[in-house]
């Protein structure tokens, strides 16, 4: 047997040692406990609290009158039953009760009865039950029915005004929408969201303390801002009526229209179609989310002979050419390397005042315009470069609405992009460049507004007292002379008197009018080849009852025409006729009276001033 090693010495010394360890941890477990009681008792709070936070009411937008109600938050309401104590009779009570106040039928209603069979204390039963519904349940709570049903309320951003077109809401790419999140997207949602937004209440919630006692308000928050707009609310949806229509008449891939304050750049109405509902906006998102793109600030397209009136100003602000300047309009101008610009009916004209070939559109007299702009291609090529670049074109106007796009316009000084002569000739009536409608927009209304420079924007943050001031808010600048702006916006009302054509299709009753068609060849990247009988078709000008009092423009994006001859587009609504439409909407609306001496038949009245 083997020896043992432990003894009676041995075990005591284990003994004390053991005891010597334990009396310094409880030492140690006194002073903790005692000593340090305030420390461990807050960072045992620390662990256990929660911090929450309650979003703010979003701020309501307005249009213009201040009265009526383009976006605003709601409460919509959940109900969450708890069905654990429910015998059968019970949940078909409550089935038959629930599927009548919610108006439900079918399989909604099938759904809701299979969803009480559960048995969970916190069963959700139904979504976006309205505040009349909630009111009508609380009702029957309060006289002893459905005590185990609860309503929590949800915040909902709506958009009440229909729309011009079916399936519409009113200004929905304008306005944008309120995600799932809280977030504003896309129009003036995203633009001013953190403002509308306000800023959230952040509050402490200790679990250890039951009801309000628990609650410590960390950050009270801000309430959303409302904002109110310029969008006339009456005008937006007769324009959106005007938009749809158009679009239906003329098969179109989409159409667009703007009415603006010259003066102030403060937009009344802009519209498009295709558009959407806001209230649905998850329905979009996943069936054709590109609606929510504002065609009128995000895409561009190449506008065609509305650029005319800036190779005019170019050549007015350097009297190369003047508008009494006869020019040869030879119906086809051939350029070097076998190329040619020709107008669009092809046919000789011979000479012709500048006036007469802007009011007719004549590319071949344009692009003789352009030449004489400087001693060589490149020279000519700066200056009508720089004319754009005065009037903002390809750059941002500044609007305060999300999305805006710059366009596509190329530098000739760019070693990259340099102009050949076809290239000058091309762009001096609106084709090799893209730019986005509110660009040429913003630039119409300089040239009639007396030449100063406008912001456009949509958010009046002028009223009332609180709130960031819009960029808009800086003092106009000269863009160019106010005689050349008087002959610019001559111009244009010498187009609209001139041409028989324009003058019936753009005539209003009481109203002087002016502006500038342009029909543009869309180019297919893809066939790197021109569309055949596929067109863009623009108009911008002005209207008012002794002068320009509005700017206005409309597209009609990829329109086909129904007859094509030698220089006749035919469509069903002519661009000219569809201006007409918006223009007299607009003063009606706008209560711009109708001038009593104002021209009384197409192509007569007072004789525009051509400086």
Known sequence: MTDRTDSKARLLLIFLVVTLLAGG?????????????????????????????????????????????????????????????????ERQRYGDLLVDFLDLSGDDAA?????????????????????????????????GQLSAITLEATPVRVYPQAGGAPRTSLAAQLL????????????????????????????????????????????????????????????????????????????????????????????????????????????????????????????????????????????????????????????VLKLPGNQEVADADRRARGMMSFADIVAYSRNVGVSRAAFRLGNTTTAASKVLYQTWQTYGIGQKTGIDLAGEAVGTVPDPSNPLTPWAQIDLANRSFGQGVAVPPIQIMKAYSEMVNGGMSVTPH??????????????????????????????????????????????????????FVGGKTGTAQIWDSTKNDWMQDIYNYSFYGWIGDNGPDLTVGVVIYRGTPTRIAQGVLDMPVQSTAFFRRVATDAVNSLGIPPNPNGPKAPGRGRTPSLG
């Open 458 to 511: 949509v958010a009046d943050l002028d009223y009332g007292n609180s709130g960031p001031k819009p960029t808009a808010a800086s003092a106009p600048k000269a863009v160019v002379s106010s005689s050349l702006a008087s002959q610019l916006t001559g111009l244009m009302e010498h187009v609209v008197t001139t041409v028989p054509s324009y003058a019936q299709a753009t005539y209003v009753p009481g109203y």
């Open 176 to 331: 944008g929408f309120v995600n799932a999140s809280g977030v504003g997207q896309y129009g003036l949602e995203q633009k001013y969201d953190s403002m509308l937004a306000g800023r959230p209440e952040t509050v402490k919630v200790d679990p250890n303390k039951p009801g309000p006692v628990g609650w410590t308000v960390v950050d009270p928050g801000l309430p959303g801002q409302d904002i109110r707009t310029t969008i006339d609310a009456g005008l937006q949806l007769q324009v959106e009526q005007e938009v749809f229509a158009t679009w239906l008449a003329d098969r179109a891939q989409a159409v667009s229209a703007v009415v603006m304050d010259p003066k102030s750049g403060a937009l009344l109405a802009e519209a498009s179609y295709p558009s959407y509902d806001a209230n649905v906006y998850q329905q979009v998102a996943n069936q054709d989310p590109g609606l929510f793109i504002d065609p009128v600030i995000s895409s561009q397209y190449e506008p065609g002979s509305v650029f005319k009136l800036f190779t005019a100003s170019a050549a007015l602000q350097t009297r190369t050419t003047l508008l009494t300047t006869r020019l040869n309009d030879s119906g």
């Open 111 to 143: 759904t809701l009865r299979k969803t009480l069979q559960e048995t969970g204390y916190y069963v959700l039963l139904a979504t976006n039950v309205d505040a009349q519904t909630a009111q009508d349940l609380y009702t029957q709570q309060n006289l």
């Open 25 to 89: 941890l409880g030492f140690r477990l006194v002073y903790w406990q005692v000593n340090r009681h305030d420390e461990i008792s807050a960072l045992v709070s620390q662990d256990t609290q929660g911090q929450i936070t309650i979003p703010a009411k979003r701020g309501t937008i307005y249009d213009r009158t201040g009265k009526i109600v383009l976006a605003e938050t709601v409460n919509r309401y959940r109900l969450i039953g708890n069905l654990h104590d429910l015998d059968a009779a």
